[in-house]
């Protein structure tokens, strides 16, 4: 089993930053695929980022891609989200997942999820 801890969202302004961090414990980091998905009100999850154990490969929903970056550090079982830029439609709560294979943009492949941490971007 491998359990994950979201932390490092909240309040900000549109065009502010945030860090969000993934902390994973338990079963081996080794060969696990981590992604980041969110979901606002009233719409379903979906995908984000993801990125592959040895951080070979990042991937990035369109809506995202270049104010979003993804990363990881195995020597300390975390991941991370660096969001600049944020757009009122960002607000989401966001979730950490992982899985261990080929990475996905599939919500339901993915084994292993957080809590969750509330992002709210202020227009």
């Known amino acids: 089993q491998v359990q994950l801890a979201e932390s490092g969202g909240g309040l900000v302004q549109a065009g502010g930053s945030l860090r969000l961090s993934c902390a994973a414990s338990?079963?081996?980091?080794?060969?696990?695929?981590m992604g980041w998905f969110r979901q606002a009100p009233g719409k379903e999850r979906e995908f984000v980022a993801a990125?592959?154990?040895?951080?070979?490969?990042?991937y990035y929903a369109d809506s995202v891609k270049g104010r979003i970056t993804i990363s990881r550090d195995n020597t300390k079982n975390a991941g991370y989200l660096q969001m600049n830029s944020l757009k009122s439609e960002d607000t989401a709560v966001y979730y950490c997942?992982?899985?261990?294979?080929?990475?996905?943009?599939?919500?339901?492949?993915?084994?292993?999820w957080g809590q969750g941490t509330q992002v709210t971007v202020s227009s």
């Open positions: 338990g079963r081996t980091f080794r060969g696990y695929v």
């Open positions: 990125i592959t154990w040895n951080m070979g490969s990042t």
């Open positions: 997942a992982g899985r261990y294979g080929a990475w996905s943009s599939t919500t339901y492949v993915y084994n292993y």
